[in-house]
């Protein structure tokens, strides 16, 4: 009985022995780099629609946020760096509405573009003065049309070194996604779409996009029926070959444009009262084939879902590791116990690993990660990469980075969010860049 109860002893010694190598060499593959102090009283600074809240260039790293006062801010760092050089602009954002955010990229000359501050209201824009500088320049138009009810700003580089510029115009319900674009060598903007997907004043499609390494631009949408975010409904799809000028399904089959309900590729049928979120991340893996990952009922409970291409066939994969129950309804800003995704793709030789970034209240909302291979006999693995919570934070992080380098840099602060739009009794708390050395050490 004693040389069981010892052999017991032991073996519990030496898993948590080895739990605790294993704690202790995940702790060494993660740094923080503190940023400075941000407005923290809502999720201005970390809604998940932010495009970009970090990004890099050559060997440069940028980011910005709102301080307490409501200043714009703007940082660089060398990528080696962890010492960040900041600068306070004379622009100031309503930081009480977290619609308002700051979105920012650095075009193919090493310009930074920045628009920021919008809800239903003017297209607040400018550049900077010169190439890897934080001063701006005045306030500018882009190109005149549709910029009186801007939401929802969001850039996306081509690898041509020009930008596209996605936002809706217009209110909640009746709005319009307008697309424009941005050419390094002529520093003009351009209107490619006033109208790419028409909800023909019934509903309104709320986007995620990205670009691929051949500079297809992918997009998808759920359809909203009314403010309430309630009537969320179907995952839809369309792609672009030209810079965004054309768009067709995945089929080859070619849009008439505006895109309408009648006419939208359906990626996965999704009624309304599901909990589907919007506003969420895709990407691709190196064949071109495009991920969406979002978050949805499976039974009674949310779920994160991965819906995405194969064979030329839609699927969609359940990560199913949630326990608890939620209910989606009502407008403004939500407070939810869990964040909306991100998503990161890696190719390996023989299978994609697919990466879902989120917080979820289950967790004691840090930063987690959960991944698979979609194998649909292995369930997915979570890890956390953060020991602290971090109030209502979404995840952005640096995604031309990890194009190039697959590198993880997260953009964190501990925020609180009031639901409803509202603003809570909070200080300043701290801008942080959470940087994981070697993500496929950190998660085999």
């Known amino acids: 009985m004693k040389k069981n109860k010892l052999i017991l002893s032991l073996k519990n010694y030496l898993l948590l022995a080895l739990c605790s190598m294993c704690l202790v060499a995940c702790t060494k593959n993660i740094s923080y780099t503190s940023v400075g102090n941000g407005w923290g009283s809502n999720s201005v600074n970390t809604v998940k629609f932010r495009k970009n809240a970090l990004t890099t260039y050559k060997d440069f790293q940028f980011t910005a946020y709102y301080n307490q006062e409501g200043s714009l801010i703007l940082g660089k760092r060398h990528i080696k760096s962890s010492n960040w050089t900041t600068l306070k602009t004379p622009y100031k954002g309503n930081i009480k509405d977290a619609h308002n955010s700051i979105s920012i990229a650095i075009d193919g000359s090493g310009y930074l573009h920045v628009s920021w501050d919008h809800h239903n209201t003017k297209l607040r824009y400018a550049i900077s003065k010169e190439p890897l500088g934080l001063e701006l320049g005045e306030e500018m138009l882009m190109t005149g049309f549709q910029e009186d009810k801007v939401t929802y700003p969001e850039f996306y580089n081509l690898p041509n070194g020009n930008l596209v510029f996605f936002y809706r115009s217009g209110e909640s319900g009746r709005g319009n996604l307008v697309i424009n674009s941005y050419d390094i060598s002529t520093k003009k903007w351009s209107q490619l779409q006033s109208n790419l997907i028409d909800g023909e004043d019934k509903r309104s499609a ?196 990890w194009k190039n380098k697959k590198e993880l840099h997260v953009f964190l602060q501990n925020v609180t969010q009031i639901d409803g739009e509202g603003v809570a009794e909070k200080k300043a708390s701290e801008i942080k860049i959470l940087t994981v050395k070697n993500l496929k050490r950190f998660i085999d």
Request: proline residues 5%; aromatic residues 12%.
């Open 206 to 401: 709320y986007w995620q996009a990205c670009v691929d390494a051949n500079g297809v631009i992918h997009i998808s949408w759920v359809w909203r029926e009314t403010w309430g975010v309630e009537t969320n409904h179907d995952l839809c799809y369309a792609l672009s070959k030209d810079g965004g000028k054309t768009w067709e399904k995945s089929t080859g089959e070619v849009y008439k444009l505006p895109i309408t309900l009648a006419s939208a590729e359906m990626a996965w049928k999704i009624p309304q009262n599901s909990n589907l979120i919007n506003q969420t991340a895709m990407s691709t893996d190196s064949n071109g084939n495009p991920y969406i990952v979002t978050y949805f009922n499976e039974g009674m409970i949310p779920q994160y879902q991965m819906v995405y291409l194969k064979n030329n066939k839609w699927k969609k994969v359940n990560a199913g590791f949630r326990k608890t129950p939620f209910s989606l309804g009502g407008g403004g800003t939500k407070k939810i116990p869990i964040a909306r995704p991100d998503i990161l793709i890696e190719d390996t030789k023989n299978q994609t690993l697919v990466s879902i970034l989120f917080r979820d209240e289950e967790r004691g909302n840090k930063v987690s990660l959960a991944y698979s291979f979609l194998n649909d006999e292995l369930p997915w693995k979570v890890v956390d990469l953060s020991e602290q919570g971090v109030g209502q934070w979404e995840p952005n992080y640096d995604i031309a980075l």
